[in-house]
């Protein structure tokens, strides 16, 4: 008997039964489904927060703020240290802690990062907006139409989140590019605003990490963060909220050593992935969780599996007997039994990943039109070849080991025995 005839054979007699193997199928089909949907909502986060990453830097590129600045200091009072300075000191970044940073070799690229804030926007409908916006150092938004903004010259640029668009009075993106909109800021000092020009060069899509973050031209933060500085002393003037930088060949391994020497001297230093990897380690928890629920649907289903199994060498206990009789060995009475628990993972996992596809392509339009609406480029479900052979392989596998016990059972019946069983 060759391997298609106890294929063939096996698929027939799977259907014996209808009732009891469409069930069986049923259960396995709904822990497909599960793991499924929920393997393709992992994909979806992740492939949209990689692509994010992408956007926002190199991998070796860090935000460095004094830890006194983020409350990353050691558990406890900490001492106080007359010659560290005043409080204002030990939270900014001052132009010796600047040099000593710059001294660094194994960083590069440093740049000081401007405390600055902008009062409101203004467009051609004359209505105000407040907004967040910093200059471009290491970044790269993702670009709904336009270009960055310029990271060096003169030009007073900004990169506006695509809900000012309407809001400022332009028709659409396209039309507001090359456009100019008023920004203002006050000085900290004497609370004096001024108003100066802004072209729009671009429009950002929304992002998940940094929002609706704007981006503006670093001659456009230099000029507001003059504005803000206005009439201040010169020593607040000189202080920085922080620095980017990027670490020179930035392995993992260099990565941690240049924190642990930041840490030394009182700096928290985080890279823009670790950022993210904080978001993606979050998914992957919520998912793996789903995933666990999933497993407990197939094990229920593999239970369903062997008493499918069961029963069918019960009923058929007699045409077993007759087989071997007739010169059937036991391996193939075994492999006729091991195809029909496959025949029942195969169809009730092929099934469910069909199903999966359809929910995940409702779940994908709800998700535009509602929860995820303005994050362009985000499909919430997405369905990998190597992932869908995956579940099916997997749970192909759960549904033969559940059928070697009632297999073995039918190959170690006694033909006798069998074709006098009533």
């Known amino acids: 008997m060759k391997f298609f005839d106890i294929l063939k054979s096996a698929n027939t007699n799977l259907w014996h039964n209808k009732g009891r193997t469409i069930l069986t199928v049923i259960a396995v089909m709904i822990g497909a489904l599960t793991i499924a949907i929920t ?26 703020v004094p830890a006194a600045a983020t409350g990353q200091q050691a558990d406890g009072p900490q001492k106080y240290e007359a010659n560290r300075g005043s409080a204002t ?29 902008i009062d409101y926007v203004q467009g051609p409908n004359h209505s105000k907006y407040t907004i967040q916006a910093q200059p471009p150092v290491g970044i790269n938004v993702d670009l709904k139409r336009g270009r960055q903004a310029a990271k060096n010259g003169h030009s007073q640029e900004i990169v506006l989140a695509n809900e000012y668009i309407k809001a400022l009075g332009f028709k659409s993106a396209q039309q507001a ?32 990490i940094q929002g609706s973050q704007s981006i503006i031209s670093q001659a456009l933060a230099d000029r507001v963060s003059n504005i803000n500085q206005a009439g201040l002393p010169a ?9 980017t930088a990027t670490v020179k060949n930035p392995t993992d391994a260099n990565i941690a050593k240049v924190k642990k020497q930041l840490a030394k001297q009182g700096y928290d230093a985080q890279t823009f992935q670790d950022q993210v990897g904080q978001l993606r380690q ?28 069961y029963m069918s060498v019960r009923d058929r206990t007699r045409e077993i007997g007759l087989m071997k009789a007739l010169g059937l ?14 025949l029942i993972g195969l169809i009730g ?19 535009v039109t509602s929860f995820l609406k303005g994050l362009a480029g985000f499909t919430l479900v997405q369905f990998t070849l190597p992932s869908v052979v ?17 297999a073995r059972r039918a190959a170690k019946l006694d033909p006798m025995t069998a074709l006098r069983y009533e």
Do not use: H, W
Request: glycine content about 8%; overall charge positive; some cysteine.
């Open 282 to 309: 979050v998914v992957n928890a919520i998912t793996g969780v789903l995933i666990v629920f999933g497993a407990i649907a197939l094990l229920a289903a593999s239970f369903g599996v062997i008493n499918t199994l």
């Open 349 to 367: 996992s092929v099934l469910g990943i069909l199903l999966a596809a359809g929910i995940g392509q409702i779940l994908n339009q709800l998700a």
């Open 89 to 117: 000191d030990q939270q900014n970044i001052t132009p010796a802690k600047l040099k000593k940073l710059k001294a660094m070799k194994s960083l590069k690229d440093m740049q000081p990062v401007q405390d600055m804030s």
């Open 235 to 243: 020593k607040m003037k000189q202080n920085y909220y922080g620095v």
């Open 39 to 64: 393997v393709g909502i992992n994909n979806g986060v992740n492939n949209y927060v990689s692509k994010q990453v992408a956007n926002v830097g190199s991998k070796g590129l860090m935000e460095i």
């Open 390 to 406: 995956a579940i099916i392989v997997i749970i192909m596998l759960i549904a033969f080991l559940a059928g070697t016990l009632p």
């Open 329 to 342: 060995s036991r391996g193939k009475v075994f492999l006729i039994f091991s195809c029909e628990s496959l």
């Open 177 to 208: 590019l090359g456009k100019t909109i008023k920004v203002a800021a006050s000085s900290q000092a004497t609370n004096q605003r001024s108003i100066v020009t802004a072209k729009i060069v671009g429009i950002r899509n929304q992002s998940i």
